[in-house]
């Protein structure tokens, strides 16, 4: 039996906000649970001053192998790896999978690589929705599913999507030190990698575009309550709009002040399982999507929104 020992990822190593509801901040308690969370699933670490977050160098926790490197529905960077061996978890063994969110999209490491601890994974940066540049960094128990690439996390309905508290297993030691382990010194700072001109508009113009959505959002009042959507959302989004670019009420395209959405005939939150149906989709405007998908308020829904859809665009297409 054998206990699993985590490295601090960088370095130097600062916790801003920790694991658990009671450790949450209080100003952003209320929005983890929007996401069905009862509170904060993991630790978000800095680097003091006078260094910076953004941009310094993710090194990996614990040798293990990468089982993602990308990007989620909300523009943030990450990447998640699975240990080699399993370690002891509530008096059974399991495999442990840990996770490193908003870092720079220029990921080192691909699915399948097989790390050491203190390889460089990534750079920490300001990439999803997060308020300040931060490394988020979790932790869940997992076991191995039908196939290699199959996991299913091992207390999926614990209240934090199965993430677990990472601070019993975290060393004193960071994984700088632990590449350097042999030598008395202090080991140097990773120079910090200042991004391109290139590197830096990009970056600018995903903020702008998170921004964009982020108020659009508020103006429309989406939201799953408390639904998560999966990693398969966002293609079946792109393909409904790319089949359908323009409403499907009325048939006109989307403008800035009235985007098209992608609507779930069946709501989402109640219905999971037809998440990625496309006969459950419907492409309407911001307008309409209020008025026709939902009859005037985001709580409500119109099962015949359809019906009502093909109606309206064959009368508008008749009217004299």
């Known amino acids: 039996m054998a206990k699993l020992i ?23 308690l209320a929005t983890y649970q929007k996401m069905g969370l009862q509170g904060h699933n993991g630790w978000d670490c800095v680097r003091p001053y006078p ?20 990007m989620d529905a909300c523009f943030g960077y990450g990447v998640v790896l699975k240990t080699l061996e399993q370690f002891d978890y509530e008096e059974k063994q399991c495999y442990f999978k840990s996770i490193y969110w908003h870092v720079e999209p220029k990921i080192p490491v691909k ?21 300040k540049p931060h490394l988020h960094w979790g932790l869940k ?3 191995q599913g039908e196939s290699k690439w199959t996991w ?11 993430a677990i508290d990472i601070e019993p297993y975290v060393s004193k030691m960071t994984a700088y030190e632990f590449i350097n382990v042999s030598s008395e010194l202090i080991p140097k700072i990773t120079p910090i990698i200042k991004p391109s001109i290139k590197e830096q508009k990009i970056s600018i113009i995903q903020k702008l575009i998170i921004l964009y959505k982020t108020l659009i959002g508020l103006l429309m009042e989406d939201r799953t309550f408390g639904a998560i959507r999966s990693s ?9 709009v790319n089949e359908h670019p323009y409403c499907e009420f009325h048939g006109g395209k989307g403008k800035v002040l009235n985007p098209l959405n992608v609507h779930h005939i ?11 149906v496309k006969s ?7 307008f309409c999507h209020l008025w026709y998908c939902h009859l005037g308020s985001w709580k409500s829904y119109n099962i015949y929104a359809r019906e009502d859809a093909d109606s309206l665009l064959k009368r508008i297409k008749e009217r004299p």
């Open 51 to 70: 260094y910076e977050t953004e941009s310094c160098a993710v090194r990996a926790s614990h040798d293990g192998e990468v089982m993602y490197a990308g």
């Open 152 to 162: 299913y996390t091992l207390v999926p309905d614990n209240g934090y999507m199965g």
């Open 280 to 286: 459950n989709l419907i492409v309407a405007c911001r």
């Open 266 to 276: 069946k709501p989402f939150h109640l219905f999971p399982e037809l998440e990625l």
């Open 232 to 240: 398969g959302w966002r293609d079946i989004q792109q393909e409904s």
């Open 6 to 28: 985590l490295y601090k990822p960088i370095y130097p190593f600062v916790v801003t906000q920790y694991f658990g509801k009671e450790k949450t901040d209080p100003r952003y």
């Open 141 to 143: 128990p997992i076991y």
């Open 111 to 131: 699915v399948g690589q097989k790390v050491k601890t203190g390889d460089v994974i990534a750079f920490a940066s300001h990439t999803g929705c997060n308020i």
